[in-house]
C-alpha cells in the first residue's frame, strides 16, 4: 500500500533560518505529492505540488522537488518566519484512478522563535 | 468562488448516539473525500465519493458511512459513538485526476462524552 514518512518533531529555528522537512513515500505507479500546511484551529490549505517527476512545486517562498529515484519530496525555504509556524503534512495522490483519496505523513510540527 | 464547507463545526455527542456531518464541495469538483483526524493516529482516510458513487473507503469500521447527493455535497453517519470516534473531521472537494490536490474545510471537531 501506499504510505508517507516525514519527520515529526517539533522542529524549532530562528527567525530567517533555513528550513528543511524531509518527506519520503512509497507507492505504486507514478502518484502526485503534495504539501499541506495547517494552522491552529484551521483546516488544511495546499502549499505546493508537483505530479511527476523533477517538476518543481514552489509557493510562497517554499520550494519541494519531486525525486523519484529517492522517492522524496523534501520541503525547503530559505528564510522561515514566525507566521510559518504551523504544522506540514507531506501527502501523495495514487495514479490508480486517484481514488484513494490522500496518503498523509504524520505531520512536522514547525516552530519559528523571533 | 466559495470554499469547501462543513456543518456543523463543533459537536458534542453523548456514547451510543448517532451524528451526521455535512460537505458542501466548491462548485465544480465532483469528488469528495472524508478524513478523521487525531493527535494518535494523524490524518486517516475515511471514504472518497464521485458523481454519487464511492469509489474507496479507508480501515474504518461499518458505523462509518457515507453519501453523496447529485449536486455533490456530502454527508457522513457515525452510528453508536464510541469515546474514540472524537476527532477534527475533515471533507476535502477536489477536480477528477490524481494530478490535482484537494482544499479543505475547517473540519468538524466532533466530541463524545
Known amino acids: 500500500g501506499n504510505s508517507v514518512t516525514q519527520m515529526e518533531g517539533p522542529v524549532t529555528l530562528s527567525e530567517e533560518a533555513f528550513l528543511t522537512i524531509n518527506c519520503t513515500y512509497t507507492?505504486?505507479?507514478?502518484?502526485?505529492l503534495f504539501w499541506y500546511v495547517q494552522y491552529p484551529g484551521e483546516g488544511l490549505q495546499l502549499l505546493l505540488k508537483?505530479?511527476?517527476?523533477?517538476d518543481k512545486g514552489s509557493n510562497k517562498g517554499f520550494e519541494a522537488t519531486y525525486r523519484k529515484e529517492t522517492t522524496s519530496f523534501h520541503l525547503e525555504k530559505g528564510s522561515v518566519q514566525v507566521s510559518d509556524s504551523a504544522v506540514y503534512f507531506c501527502?501523495?495522490?495514487?495514479?490508480?484512478?486517484?481514488?484513494?483519496?490522500?496518503?498523509f505523513g504524520k505531520g512536522t510540527h514547525l516552530i519559528i522563535q523571533p | 468562488k466559495a470554499g469547501v464547507t462543513q456543518t456543523p463545526r463543533y459537536l458534542i455527542k453523548t456514547r451510543g448516539q448517532q451524528v451526521t456531518l455535512s460537505c458542501s464541495p466548491i462548485?465544480?469538483?465532483?469528488?469528495v473525500s472524508w478524513y478523521q483526524q487525531t493527535p494518535g493516529q494523524g490524518l486517516q482516510f475515511l471514504f472518497e465519493?464521485?458523481?454519487?458513487?464511492?469509489?474507496n473507503k479507508g480501515n474504518f469500521p461499518g458505523r462509518f458511512s457515507g453519501r453523496q447527493f447529485s449536486n455533490s455535497r456530502s454527508e457522513m453517519n457515525v452510528s453508536t459513538l464510541e469515546l474514540g470516534d472524537s476527532a477534527l473531521y475533515l471533507c476535502?472537494?477536489?477536480?477528477?485526476?490524481?494530478?490535482?490536490?484537494?482544499?479543505f474545510g475547517s473540519g468538524t471537531r466532533l466530541t463524545v462524552v
Open positions: 508537483a505530479t511527476k517527476a523533477d
Open positions: 507507492a505504486t505507479g507514478y502518484p502526485s
Open positions: 462548485s465544480g469538483h465532483r469528488s
Open positions: 465519493y464521485f458523481s454519487e458513487t464511492q469509489r
Open positions: 501527502a501523495l495522490r495514487s495514479s490508480g484512478g486517484g481514488a484513494d483519496g490522500l496518503t
Open positions: 476535502a472537494s477536489s477536480l477528477e485526476g490524481y494530478s490535482y490536490g484537494y482544499t
